[in-house]
Structure formats: structure tokens, C-alpha cells
Nanobody, 124 residues
């Protein structure tokens, strides 16, 4: 059974940093791109960023570029989302996901496996 579990969410103040982790089990994603998405009530799931299988190439939404960084440790089956200079609008449930297609993708519908989500709340 494939499981992807996010951790590290919480309540922080604007300007603070937070690091999310996503641990996978039941399947190896060392050859899969990994993505982070977020969702707020009443809105579609929004692309935050993704990283290729090697960890050498990251791609980010304009809204988080320069503030968020994705990394991965394939030996630990873990992908990370480092979030700096957090803003109110970064509030949401953050999901990690695995994409088993070719390359990377910014589309949620392309991803094959999903975590259950971690709440991030940024207060001003």
C-alpha cells in the first residue's frame, strides 16, 4: 500500500519560515518527479512547485519563486518544501504528490499518488 505522509505544518507568523516533509512508503519514487500543491477552501488545488527525479531541477509557481525551495532525499524516500518569508496568502493545505510520467508537470491531474495534506496557516 502506497502512503505519502506530509509533516511539518503549523501556525506561523508572516515572515517566518517552515519546512514540510513528505515521506513515502510502499513504493519507491526515486525515478519520479515530485510536486507540492496547496489548496484553500473554495479553490482548486494550486501548483506550488516540483522537482525532477534527480533533484537537480526545481520548478516553481511565480507566487513562491525565490521564497520556496524543494529538495529530495531519494535514499530516505522523502521530499521537502522549504518555505521562507511566508505570507498570509501562503495559508492552505499543502499536498505532496508523485508524478510517474515523463519529465515533470505542473498539473495536479497528471500526478499519480497524493499525500493526505498538511495545514499551513500564516498569520499577519
Amino acid at each position: 500500500q502506497v502512503q505519502m505522509v506530509e509533516s511539518g505544518g503549523g501556525l506561523v507568523h508572516a515572515g517566518d519560515s517552515l519546512k514540510l516533509s513528505c515521506l513515502s512508503s510502499g513504493r519507491t519514487f526515486s525515478r519520479s518527479a515530485m510536486g507540492w500543491f496547496r489548496q484553500t477552501p473554495g479553490k482548486d488545488r494550486e501548483f506550488v512547485g516540483c522537482i525532477d527525479w534527480s533533484g537537480n531541477h526545481g520548478f516553481y509557481a511565480d507566487s513562491v519563486k525565490g521564497r520556496f525551495t524543494i529538495s529530495r532525499d531519494n535514499a530516505k524516500n522523502t521530499v521537502y518544501l522549504q518555505m521562507n518569508s511566508l505570507k498570509d496568502e501562503d495559508t492552505g493545505i499543502y499536498y505532496c504528490a508523485a508524478f510517474e510520467g515523463w519529465g515533470t508537470s505542473r498539473k495536479a491531474e497528471d500526478y499519480d499518488y497524493w499525500g493526505q495534506g498538511a495545514q499551513v496557516t500564516v498569520s499577519s
